[in-house]
């Protein structure tokens, strides 16, 4: 009888502010395999596709804080305009630095996975998903658009609920590295379908093979759901905030389970010395 594959490591995090819900680890016999799946760099032909999976994994509630229903115009032109703002960034030539990577079936050559990751030679902290990305990085003249059209493309998004936060994640990302290179990754997601796959690990090795591969170690950089943090900490972040999570070089990280491991541990121990006490008395 063939051997059970065992699940990764229990990681536990603080759960008193998401219900008692943190990601579980998965069964390795889930995962696909390398001939089922492959890695690979998206291109501008893959924006609308990015952001069709943009609207399907990230929750509603999630999305009215960005998008406020009110505001919202029909859903295909929702994916028409996010589609438009991505270009720029799945251009090589206009934004070198940063790097959508895809997770695809070798089978059907489906889309199931996503991660984006600005590389360590980036010009200064700015990420590519703000409003404000198209002035910083002269992506309105380079893709001669109008003013109006920059205007229609953004006119459905809340400027405090999606652009204020970016600018007040880039700016805690300053305080943590100012000028020191660093790779950033946002955002990361599965199709619900591929959730627990591997595939989420296989995007996120992309960038860590190659950050290690640097002397000394290229730091990363993301932020992450309080929930979702053990998929991180799997692979050496380490929490830093409530949702920011930092990785410099190969690192074994654990939660609460280290603790209460060695609360146990004090435990027996003082259980011992009184027993000992005991038999002495």
């Not at 219900?19 to 390398?34: A, E, W």
């Not at 799945?90 to 996975?113: D, I, N």
Request: hydrophobic content about 35%; aromatic content about 10%.
């Amino acid at each position: 009888m063939a051997q059970q594959k065992e699940k990764a490591p229990f990681i536990k995090v603080p759960t008193d502010k998401t219900g008692g819900f943190q990601t579980m680890p998965t069964d390795s016999s889930r995962r696909l395999s390398d001939k089922q799946v492959r890695i690979e760099l998206c291109t501008e032909a893959d924006a609308e596709e990015i952001a069709e999976g943009l609207y399907l994994c990230f929750p509603p509630s999630w999305w009215a804080t960005k998008e406020p229903p009110e505001l919202r115009p029909p859903h295909t032109t929702r994916i028409r305009r996010m589609a438009k703002r991505l270009t720029p960034a799945l251009r090589p030539a206009l934004s070198p630095h940063t790097h959508f990577v895809k997770a695809v079936l070798v089978a059907t050559g489906e889309m199931v996975g996503l991660v984006c990751w600005t590389g360590p030679g980036n010009p200064g902290i700015h990420c590519a998903l703000a409003r404000s990305a198209v002035a910083y990085y002269g992506w309105q003249a380079k893709m001669g658009w109008s003013d109006e059209e920059v205007a229609e493309m953004w006119s459905h998004v809340s400027d405090e609920g999606w652009n204020g936060v970016i600018g007040k994640n880039d700016e805690v990302r300053r305080g943590v590295f100012g000028a020191e290179p660093h790779w950033f990754l946002a955002p990361l997601m599965t199709w619900p379908d591929y959730q627990g796959r591997g595939i989420g690990s296989r995007l996120l090795k992309w960038a860590i093979d190659q950050a290690d591969q640097t002397d000394p170690v290229t730091p990363l950089y993301l932020e992450s759901a309080p929930s979702a943090r053990p998929v991180y900490m799997h692979y050496g972040f380490v929490p830093l905030g409530e949702y920011n999570m930092v990785r410099r070089g190969p690192a074994i990280v654990r939660g609460l389970e280290a603790d209460e491991e060695k609360e146990g541990q004090e435990w027996a121990q003082e259980r011992k010395v009184d027993a000992d006490e005991e038999r002495v008395n």
